[in-house]
């Protein structure tokens, strides 16, 4: 098999200790929510947990933890944030762990999100691809880590199709295309 160095096991330590904040004011304010957001929050590392030696997964399984993922967003960013998936998976499709959740965790890292400026995210397809799309304002001080994790996630879907991962940017959208891949097609175990 082939073996490549992967960021997709880790989540940003930076979410977790927003998580824990977001958390922090929840049990003081709405303990329904508390108790609702700790059950997200378990879901979301339990699929990191199960995913991280897998080199692919039912996008299902993907979109399932992605909506776990993006109600501790929504919870801490409420109508600054608004997010749109648009897809249904089929049976068969495949999809890298974590691409979607590292596309979306670059757009909230790199971007403002605030209420004059609310972050607008969509997952959509387009023909054989899927496509994540973003406003961009960006914030003043922008490093270099989207670039890695663009280049990480280039890197492992070449390694299982020919189709290339698409980027497309301007000063008012950043869009990504990601090759969605078939079981039985090129996989390696």
Same mark, same amino acid.
């Given at each position: *098999?082939? #073996?490549?160095?992967?960021?997709? &096991?880790?989540?940003?330590?930076?979410?977790?200790? !927003?998580?824990? @904040?977001?958390? $922090?004011?929840?049990?003081?304010? /709405?303990?329904? *929510?508390?108790?609702?957001?700790?059950?997200?929050?378990?879901?979301?590392?339990? %699929?990191?947990?199960?995913?991280?030696?897998?080199?692919?997964?039912?996008?299902?399984?993907?979109?399932?933890?992605?909506?776990?993922?993006? %109600?501790?967003? #929504? $919870?801490?960013?409420?109508?600054?944030?608004k997010m749109?998936? /648009?897809?249904? *998976?089929? $049976? &068969?499709?495949?999809?890298?762990?974590?691409?979607?959740?590292?596309?979306?965790? @670059?757009? +909230?890292k790199h !971007?403002?999100?605030?209420?004059?400026?609310?972050?607008?995210?969509?997952?959509?397809?387009? &023909?054989?691809?899927?496509?994540?799309? !973003?406003?961009?304002?960006?914030?003043?001080?922008? /490093? /270099?880590?989207?670039?890695?994790?663009? #280049?990480?996630?280039?890197?492992? %879907?070449?390694?299982? $199709?020919?189709?290339?991962?698409? +980027?497309?940017?301007?000063?008012?959208?950043?869009?990504?295309?990601?090759? +969605?891949? #078939?079981?039985?097609? !090129?996989e390696s175990?």
């Amino acid at each position: *098999a082939y #073996k490549y160095e992967s960021l997709r &096991n880790q989540l940003n330590p930076h979410f977790l200790f !927003n998580s824990f @904040n977001v958390l $922090t004011d929840l049990v003081y304010s /709405d303990q329904a *929510a508390a108790v609702k957001f700790i059950s997200q929050l378990s879901g979301l590392f339990r %699929y990191v947990l199960d995913s991280r030696d897998k080199e692919l997964v039912p996008l299902s399984e993907e979109l399932s933890f992605m909506d776990s993922y993006l %109600y501790l967003l #929504k $919870t801490r960013f409420g109508e600054k944030l608004k997010m749109e998936i /648009d897809i249904e *998976a089929g $049976t &068969n499709e495949l999809i890298v762990p974590m691409t979607l959740q590292l596309l979306v965790e @670059n757009a +909230v890292k790199h !971007n403002e999100v605030s209420e004059v400026n609310p972050l607008i995210i969509r997952i959509s397809r387009e &023909n054989l691809h899927l496509r994540i799309s !973003n406003t961009v304002k960006l914030k003043s001080t922008v /490093d /270099d880590s989207m670039k890695i994790g663009l #280049k990480n996630i280039i890197q492992q %879907y070449s390694v299982f $199709t020919d189709e290339k991962v698409e +980027v497309i940017s301007d000063d008012s959208r950043f869009d990504v295309f990601i090759p +969605v891949l #078939k079981s039985g097609s !090129n996989e390696s175990s």
